[in-house]
């Protein structure tokens, strides 16, 4: 369930939940009836108790009905909520592995950048080793390192959530933060928050490639960055780590994820439908 709440007087709120609850038999929006909320063009339409069909919008004037003068229209997409029935159903066992296919209806001919998407900060801390990583930490970190236990107690601190990748795309985790650091003594990359993960990236992103081709409906974004920092760009990121080795990189992840990936830089990520996505 969403709660939206917007400022504003509550004699005001309750009129016009009462001319959303008048209106619900009588209106159309858009092309597709009945999920106006989700018109691509982004128009806002208004309805009035007295007329059906389509009103003027704030952003396409068009439609020639418009309300008498003594009563104020409403905005349905801001002032009324989403009328249950207009969602598709949504079977208990499923709703969170498969919401997005579940609410395909809904959520096809929007682009990506209009969804909120539930997220994991620091997705692998789940599963921490006792290793303090290379590259940004304190140094007083590592003075207390040789003391017994002070590692456990790092990664403990470290750690934000316990469920691993799969319970989390299981859980409708569709964000990943990949906080990536390169071990040079192994020669490979690990995930990291102050400690290393136990296994490479590799490992992680192959999981999720796996859970991706049993779940064809579902799209997820992948973030990768040094410690969450987006102000470094590039070779910025990663000073002491080779330009051959970022590139070999980039071309495991290339290989791991082939068919899948969506190059925006060809298709705009502004306008591109999640349907248009997935028939990439």
Not at 1 to 23: F, H, K, N
Not at 160 to 178: C, K
Not at 183 to 195: A, F, P
Not at 218 to 243: A, F, M, P, R
Request: glycine residues 6%; aromatic residues 8%; proline residues 6%.
């Amino acid at each position: 369930a969403v709660l939206s709440v917007v400022a504003g007087s509550p004699g005001a709120g309750a009129a016009a939940l009462r001319r959303c609850e008048e209106r619900a038999t009588c209106w159309e929006c858009t092309a597709t009836p009945r999920l106006h909320l989700f018109n691509t063009t982004y128009q806002l339409c208004e309805w009035c108790s007295g007329r059906c069909g389509p009103q003027p919008s704030r952003l396409d004037p068009s439609p020639a009905l418009a309300c008498p003068s003594d009563e104020d229209p409403v905005r349905f997409e801001v002032e009324c909520p989403m009328p249950a029935e207009d969602l598709p159903a949504l079977p208990v066992d499923s709703i969170l592995s498969d919401w997005m296919g579940q609410m395909a209806p809904v959520l096809d001919p929007l682009p990506l950048l209009a969804l909120s998407l539930p997220g994991t900060h620091d997705t692998l801390t789940y599963e921490l080793s006792t290793v303090l990583s290379d590259g940004e930490v304190p140094d007083a970190l590592r003075e207390y390192e040789r003391f017994d236990g002070i590692n456990d107690f790092i990664r403990w601190q470290a750690q934000t959530h316990a469920l691993d990748i799969s319970s989390q795309l299981e859980n409708g985790i569709r964000f990943f933060d990949f906080r990536m650091m390169y071990e040079s003594d192994l020669g490979d990359w690990y995930s990291e928050h102050t400690i290393q993960s136990k296994r490479t990236t590799v490992h992680y992103l192959t999981e999720m490639r796996s859970w991706l081709d049993a779940h064809s409906s579902e799209i997820i974004v992948l973030w990768l960055s040094k410690h969450g920092n987006t102000c470094n760009k590039g070779d910025d990121q990663y000073t002491n780590v080779s330009t051959e080795e970022k590139q070999n990189m980039w071309q495991r992840i290339q290989e791991i994820f082939d068919g899948l990936l969506v190059d925006f830089s060809v298709t705009s990520i502004n306008s591109t439908s999640l349907a248009g996505i997935l028939s990439r």
